[in-house]
C-alpha cells in the first residue's frame, strides 16, 4: 500500500467514523438521560435520506403519511390517560389542545407545506430542514406512545421494547418507501489537493458538520445546568422529579434530539452511499460499538470508538472486504474484554 | 404467584406428543416441528432472561452454530451427524464461554448488546466463509438415523424433536428445583444479595448463557438435519429478535412459557405472512410490525407474558399446591452436616481497628474502632447519614475499606468479597428486603442454605442431588421453624407483611451457619408488635449463643436489647457504652436532638 492508498482510505475512515460518532453521540445520549437504548436510531437514518431523495426528486415525502398516522395514534394515546385520569382531576384541556396542535395540526401543516412548494428546487439547507421538520416530531411522538408510558422500567425491559419499535418502524418503512433505496444529491462538488492527497468537499461538510454537532452537545451536557439536569434523570428518575426537573420533557428532548441525530447522519451518507429503509440499522449498530468504547457514558470517548470504526472499517474494506462487517462487529468483543477489565464491579441494576 | 400446573403442563406436552399420530395434513406437522424447534431455544432464553436476568437477542447464532458444525462435518467430511451434535455443542458452549466471561462483570445492558453485535457478526461469517459455502449455503446434509433407523421423514422428526424438548424441560426443570437453581433464581435480584448468601454470581451467569446457547444449538442441530440444508438467513440477528419475542409473549418467568410463546408466534407468523401481503397488496416480512407493537404493548400491560394468564384458569379449576415441601424428618446425615464450632462465651470474635471508609473526598467512616465478643449482642447507632450502613457494608464485604482493620476470628476480612465473609460465619440481612417474592419461603430461606452444599448443576439436573437437596431443605425448614415462621413455610415470600419478611431473612442468614449476625436496620419501618417479635427473636438467638450486631437508628428499640452500644456521627465513633450510660450520654443527646451550636 502507497501513502496515497493509505490516505484515501484514512479520509474515508474519518469521513465514516464522524457519522458513526454522530449516531454514538444520540445513542448515549439517548441512554444517559432515559436509560434506554434506542435501537431504532437506525431507522431515522434511512427515514431521512428516503425523505430527502423524495424531496429532490420531486416526489411526495411519503414519511408525512406515518407522521399523521402516528399524530393520531399519540393524540389518542394522550386523550386515553386523560380520561383514564378524569375521576381524580378535571381534564387538563389546554394540555389535550396543545397536544392536538402538536399532534393533529402540526402533521397537516407539513403535509400541506409539502405539497404548496416546489422542493425540488430549494437550496439544499431547506430541504434538509423540512426533512428534519418531519422526521424530528415523529422521534417524539415514538416516545410519547412506547416509552413513556413505561419510563420507570429496567433497563432490559426497555430495551425489548426497543427492539418492538425497532420492529414496527423497519416494517413500516418497507410498507412506506418499499425495497428500492435511494441516493441523493452531494452537498458539494468542490474538492482540493492537500499534498498528494484529494479531499472531496463531502468529506469535509460531513466532518465540519459531526464535530460542530458534537462539540455543541458536549458543551451542552456538561457545561450548562440545563444539560446536567438531562442527565440526573438518568441516575434518578424520581430524586430528579423531586427536584423539579422534568422527566417526561427529558424524554422527549432526548428523542428528538435523537431523531434529528439520526437524520442528519441519514443525509451525511446518502450522497455517497444508497440508502434503504433498511441501511440504517447496521450503520446505527456500528455506532453502537463506538458507544460501547465509551461506555454508554463518555461522549469524547465514544466519538474516539467511531474515528476507531471508521478506519478499521475502511481498511479492512481493502485487505478483507468480504470480511469488513465481521470485523467491525468482532470489535465489541475486545472492546467490551478491556472495559471488564479496567472497571469496577458490574454495577447493579 | 408461584403455582403447581403439573397437569396443564403434562397435558400441553402430551398433546403435542399425539398430535402426529392423528390424521393431519403435513404441514401442521412442518409448523409443529418449527414449534418444537423454537421452543428449545426460547426455553434457553427463559432460563436466561426470565429467571437470570440477563438476555441475549444472539441465540440465533447459537443455532446457526450448532446447524453450520453439523453440516460442514457430516458434508464436507462425510462424518456421522452424532459426531455433529457433540462438536457443535462444544463449539457454542466455548463461544459463549467466552462471552459470557467478558461481559459478566460489566452492567446487565452490556451483555444483551455484545449478542447484537457478535449475531450479526456471525451472521456476516456465515455468508462470506468460502468453506461454508457463503450466502448458498451447504446442501446434501444426511438425515439422522439411530440404531439403523432412519429419521429422515418429517413426522419421524416430529418425535425426535419433542424428545429432545423434553429432554431440555426436563432438565431444566430440575435444574431449577435445586441448590444451583435457587443460585440462578438470585440472580435476578442484582449481586449484593446472592453474593452475600455465597453465591457466585459471575459463575452462575456464565452457566445459563452457556445453557441457553447449548440449546440453541441442539436446536440448530435439528433443524440442519431436518432441513437437509443450510444457510445464513434464518440465523440473522431478527430470527435472534424473534426468540426472545417467543420468551416475552409465552411468559419469560415460566418454563413452559417458553413452548406458549414458540406456539403463539409461530402461529400467528404463518397467518400473517397469509393475510398482511393480500391486505396491503404487496410482498415483504410486514409482520414484524404486528410483532413490534405486540411487544410493546404486551410489555405495557401484562409484563410477564401468557402463560400466568394461562396458569391463573386453569388454577380455579385446579386449586395449587407447593412444588418444593421440606422433608418431615430430619433425612439421613442431616446430623452429620458440618456445622460451625461455637467461640467460647466472651472469646473476642470481631475486631474494628481504626477502619477508614473514602469516597472521593467524602469520609464515610473515619477512622472507627470497636469490638464484639462471642454471644453479645451490641448496637451500632447513629442519626441518619452517620455511617452506620457504609460501616455494615465494610464488615460484610460489600465495599473494601480505604485503611485500617477489620478482624472476625482473628483473620483479616476488611479486604475480602462478601462472598469469602460469608464463608467465614458472618450472617447478614438487609436494610431493604432483598427476596424473591414468587417463590415460597422455603425456597428463599433455602438460599441461605448454599454454601451448605456442593450439588453442581450437572447432579442437579440429572437429580442425583435429591439427597443432599432434602437435607438444604430440612436445615431450611429448621431454621423457618427457629424464628417462628413455620406457618407460612409454603407462602410466597412478597405476600408477607415486611416485619415477617425482614424475620424471614434472618432465617435465610442463620442458614449459613454463622457465628455472627449482622441485621442492618431491621425494626426500621416496623410497627409495635412486629418490632416486639424481631427483639424476641434476637433475644432468643442471643440465648443460644449467637452474636449479633445491629444496625439502628431506633433508640428505643436497642435500648432494652443490646449489651452494649456504639454510636457514630459523621462517621466517627462519638460514645461507647451500655444502654443506660449512652441514654444520659451528652455527645448522643447532643448528636440525636440538636446541640446548641
Known amino acids: 500500500m502507497d501513502f496515497g492508498i493509505f490516505a484515501v482510505l484514512a479520509q474515508d475512515g474519518v469521513t465514516n467514523g464522524a457519522v458513526y460518532a454522530l449516531l454514538a453521540m444520540a445513542l448515549v445520549l439517548v441512554f444517559s438521560v432515559t436509560r434506554i437504548i434506542f435501537l431504532p436510531q437506525g431507522e431515522f437514518i434511512g427515514f431521512g435520506a428516503l425523505t430527502l431523495a423524495a424531496l429532490q426528486g420531486g416526489q411526495f415525502p411519503k414519511l408525512i403519511w406515518l407522521l399523521i398516522g402516528i399524530g393520531i395514534l399519540t393524540f389518542l394515546v394522550e386523550l386515553g390517560s386523560a380520561l383514564r385520569q378524569v375521576r381524580y382531576k378535571p381534564l387538563p384541556k389546554r394540555h389535550l389542545m396543545w397536544s392536538g396542535v402538536e399532534n393533529l395540526c402540526y402533521p397537516l401543516f407539513v403535509w400541506a407545506l409539502a405539497h404548496t412548494f416546489n422542493w425540488q428546487g430549494m437550496p439544499m439547507v431547506v430541504q434538509v430542514l423540512f426533512t428534519l421538520g418531519v422526521t424530528v416530531p415523529l422521534g417524539i411522538m415514538i416516545y410519547r406512545i412506547a416509552f413513556q408510558p413505561m419510563a420507570e422500567a429496567s433497563v432490559l425491559v426497555l430495551l425489548i421494547v426497543s427492539v418492538g419499535v425497532h420492529f414496527a418502524m423497519l416494517g413500516m418503512g418497507l410498507f412506506i418507501f418499499g425495497p428500492e433505496g435511494s441516493t441523493t444529491l452531494p452537498f458539494t462538488d468542490w474538492s482540493t489537493e492537500i499534498g498528494a492527497m484529494l479531499v472531496s468537499g463531502q468529506s469535509v461538510v460531513v466532518m465540519v458538520v459531526s464535530a460542530s454537532l458534537i462539540g455543541g452537545l458536549y458543551l451542552f451536557f456538561d457545561r450548562t445546568l440545563y444539560g446536567k439536569a438531562l442527565r440526573a434523570t438518568a441516575v434518578n428518575r424520581k430524586g430528579a422529579q423531586l427536584v423539579g426537573i422534568g422527566t417526561t420533557q427529558a424524554g422527549r428532548m432526548a428523542f428528538g434530539l435523537a431523531a434529528a441525530l439520526g437524520t442528519l447522519a441519514g443525509t451525511l451518507i446518502a450522497p455517497l452511499n444508497t440508502v434503504g429503509y433498511d441501511t440504517g440499522f447496521v450503520v446505527a449498530l456500528k455506532g453502537f460499538v463506538a458507544a460501547i468504547v465509551g461506555g454508554l457514558a463518555s461522549y469524547p470517548l465514544a466519538a474516539a470508538g467511531a474515528i476507531l470504526v471508521g478506519l478499521l472499517e475502511s481498511y479492512s474494506s481493502f485487505w478483507a472486504s468480504a470480511y469488513k462487517e465481521v470485523i467491525v462487529f468482532t470489535l465489541i468483543i475486545p472492546v467490551l474484554a478491556w472495559r471488564s477489565l479496567t472497571s469496577g464491579h458490574g454495577d447493579e441494576e | ?597
Not at chain 2, 96 to 114: D, K
Not at chain 2, 185 to 209: C, D, H, S, V, W
Not at chain 2, 220 to 239: E, I
Not at chain 2, 478 to 503: C, F, K, N, W
Request: charged share 15%.
Open chain 2, 1 to 597: 404467584m408461584k403455582m403447581s400446573t403439573k397437569k396443564l403442563q403434562w397435558l400441553m406436552f402430551g398433546w403435542f406428543f399425539l398430535f402426529p399420530f392423528l390424521p393431519v395434513p403435513g404441514y401442521w406437522i412442518t409448523i409443529g416441528n418449527y414449534i418444537g424447534l423454537y421452543s428449545i431455544v426460547a426455553l434457553g432464553l427463559v432460563l436466561l432472561t426470565g429467571i437470570g436476568g440477563l438476555t441475549s437477542f444472539g441465540q440465533a447464532a447459537f443455532v446457526g452454530l450448532g446447524a453450520y458444525t453439523t453440516a460442514y462435518l457430516s458434508t464436507t467430511l462425510g462424518w456421522s451427524p452424532w459426531v455433529g451434535l457433540g462438536a457443535g455443542l462444544v463449539v457454542s458452549g466455548l463461544a459463549a464461554g467466552l462471552i459470557g466471561s467478558i461481559t459478566v462483570r460489566l452492567s446487565g445492558h452490556f451483555l444483551p448488546l455484545a449478542t447484537i453485535a457478535w449475531g450479526l457478526s456471525l451472521y456476516y461469517l456465515f455468508g462470506t466463509l468460502e468453506f461454508l459455502g457463503k450466502y448458498d449455503g451447504l446442501s446434501g446434509i444426511p438425515p439422522l438415523s439411530l440404531f439403523g433407523l432412519d429419521l429422515s421423514s418429517p413426522r419421524v422428526m416430529y418425535g425426535m424433536i419433542w424428545f429432545c424438548l423434553g429432554g431440555c424441560l426436563w432438565l431444566v426443570l430440575n435444574l431449577l428445583n435445586s441448590r444451583p437453581g435457587r443460585a440462578i433464581r438470585a440472580l435476578a435480584k442484582g449481586r449484593t444479595m446472592p453474593e452475600a448468601m455465597g453465591i457466585n454470581t459471575a459463575q452462575y451467569k456464565i452457566l445459563i448463557f452457556v445453557l441457553a446457547a447449548l440449546m440453541a444449538s441442539l436446536s440448530g442441530w435439528l433443524y440442519a438435519h431436518l432441513q437437509r440444508s443450510v444457510s445464513a438467513t434464518p440465523f440473522g440477528l431478527n430470527m435472534g429478535i424473534e426468540y426472545l419475542f417467543m420468551a416475552v409473549v409465552g411468559g419469560v418467568g415460566h418454563v413452559w412459557g417458553a413452548i406458549l410463546g414458540a406456539v403463539v408466534m409461530t402461529g400467528l407468523k404463518s397467518q400473517l405472512q397469509d393475510w398482511l401481503p393480500l391486505l396491503l397488496g404487496s410482498n415483504g416480512n410486514f409482520e414484524i410490525v404486528v410483532f413490534g407493537v405486540m411487544i410493546v404493548l404486551l410489555l405495557l400491560w401484562s409484563r410477564d407474558g401468557l402463560w400466568p394468564w394461562v396458569a391463573a384458569v386453569w388454577a380455579k379449576f385446579h386449586p395449587p399446591e407447593p412444588e418444593v415441601v421440606a422433608p418431615a424428618i430430619a433425612p439421613d446425615g442431616y446430623g452429620d452436616m458440618k456445622r460451625r464450632a461455637k467461640p467460647e462465651p466472651g472469646a473476642l470474635i470481631l475486631e474494628v481497628n481504626e477502619a477508614r471508609k473514602q469516597f472521593g473526598g467524602l469520609v464515610a467512616v473515619k477512622d472507627m474502632t470497636f469490638e464484639i465478643k462471642a454471644g453479645e449482642v451490641v448496637g451500632l447507632i447513629g442519626p441518619n447519614g452517620a455511617g452506620k450502613s457504609t460501616m455494615f457494608n465494610l464488615v460484610t464485604g460489600v465495599l473494601p475499606a480505604s485503611s485500617g482493620e477489620i478482624r472476625f476470628g482473628g483473620e483479616r476480612i476488611d479486604q475480602l468479597d462478601s462472598r469469602r465473609i460469608v464463608q467465614m460465619g458472618i450472617g447478614r440481612s438487609f436494610q431493604h428486603v432483598h427476596l424473591i417474592p414468587h417463590l415460597s419461603v422455603l425456597e428463599n430461606v433455602a438460599m441461605g442454605a448454599h454454601l451448605r452444599g456442593k450439588s453442581s448443576p450437572l447432579s442437579a439436573a440429572l437429580r442425583t442431588d435429591r439427597h443432599e437437596e432434602a437435607q438444604l431443605l430440612f436445615l431450611a425448614a429448621e431454621q423457618i421453624r427457629r424464628v417462628g415462621l413455620g406457618d407460612y413455610m409454603h407462602t410466597p415470600a412478597g405476600s408477607l407483611a415486611l416485619g415477617q419478611q425482614r424475620i424471614l431473612e434472618i432465617a435465610r442468614a442463620l442458614c449459613t451457619d454463622p457465628t455472627l449476625l449482622l441485621l442492618d436496620e431491621p425494626a426500621a419501618g416496623l410497627r409495635l408488635k412486629e418490632k416486639e417479635a424481631l427483639a424476641s427473636l434476637i433475644r432468643q438467638l442471643k440465648g443460644e449463643g449467637m452474636s449479633v450486631l445491629l444496625v439502628e437508628h431506633d433508640m428505643d428499640f436497642v435500648m432494652g436489647l443490646t449489651d452494649r452500644l456504639v454510636v457514630m456521627e459523621f462517621g466517627s465513633k462519638i460514645a461507647e457504652g451500655l444502654p443506660v450510660e449512652i441514654q444520659n450520654n451528652e455527645a448522643v443527646l447532643a448528636a440525636y436532638l440538636g446541640g446548641i451550636e
